[in-house]
């Protein structure tokens, strides 16, 4: 499985953009990248994925560079219940058909007030 | 929508005491997951299945079986509990895959 290294801390100011950096540079060519946030002891939430092309939705952006080796997850603008723990996932396709998760520290993000 | 739940939400058990951990889900979703999470860390999949029937072993398997024996419902069971399986047990389920997964809200196991 590809692996993944997100710094473990940032901080945010409210209101400006948060960028949250991944490398994944032995990722494969079937591997989707994923991200999941964590607000304290809840169970995980989906943010967005994408296997080449960057993508969009009403969370956040998700911006894969052109070889894949790395990632960048933006939220536009930050606000304090954006304060969590965020994973970067590379996800492989099992031989039973589902991608697994593979859960590393994450990203630790404080949104400043 | 409920949409994944699970109880109990907090156990405590005794060395060596067997438990299940119950998982439900009303989307209609074929996969379910079973995750534990240790304290600081992330989380580490222990049992998926991709449909009624089938099921398959994940990172961390051992001291735990699952069954799925409907769509809506995963068990998790703990067969002779020790300490090293203190920690916070999620499920999930998605549609398929590679789509999201939604988390229920966790059951904290302590094992003393």
């Known amino acids: 499985d590809a692996k993944t290294t997100q710094p473990p801390s940032m901080d945010c100011a409210e209101g400006r953009a948060a960028n949250l950096p991944c490398n994944h540079s032995t990722i494969s060519g079937n591997e989707y990248v994923y991200w999941y946030r964590q607000i304290h002891s809840q169970g995980p939430q989906y943010i967005i994925h994408?296997?080449?092309n960057n993508e969009t939705n009403e969370m956040a952006s998700l911006i894969i560079t052109e070889d894949r080796k790395s990632s960048t997850l933006i939220l536009p603008h930050a606000t304090l219940r954006d304060t969590a723990v965020y994973y970067c996932?590379?996800?492989?396709?099992?031989?039973?058909?589902?991608?697994?998760?593979?859960f590393g520290k994450g990203t630790k993000l404080s949104v400043i007030p | 929508n409920a949409g994944v739940t699970q109880t109990p939400k907090f156990r405590i058990l005794k060395i060596g005491q067997s438990m299940t951990l119950q998982c439900a889900q009303d989307m209609n979703h074929n996969y379910m997951y079973w995750y534990r999470q240790d304290p600081g860390m992330g989380l580490k999949l222990i049992y998926y299945s991709v449909g009624a029937g089938i099921t398959d072993k994940g990172e961390v398997p051992n001291g735990y079986n699952v069954s799925r024996s409907t769509t809506e419902d995963f068990p998790l069971r703990l067969e002779l509990a020790a300490p090293s399986q203190t920690s916070v047990y999620f499920c999930a389920s998605s549609r398929s895959s590679p789509y999201e997964q939604y988390f229920g809200p966790g059951t904290r196991l302590t094992v003393t």
């Open positions: 994408g296997l080449k």
């Open positions: 996932i590379v996800s492989l396709r099992t031989g039973a058909g589902s991608y697994q998760l593979t």
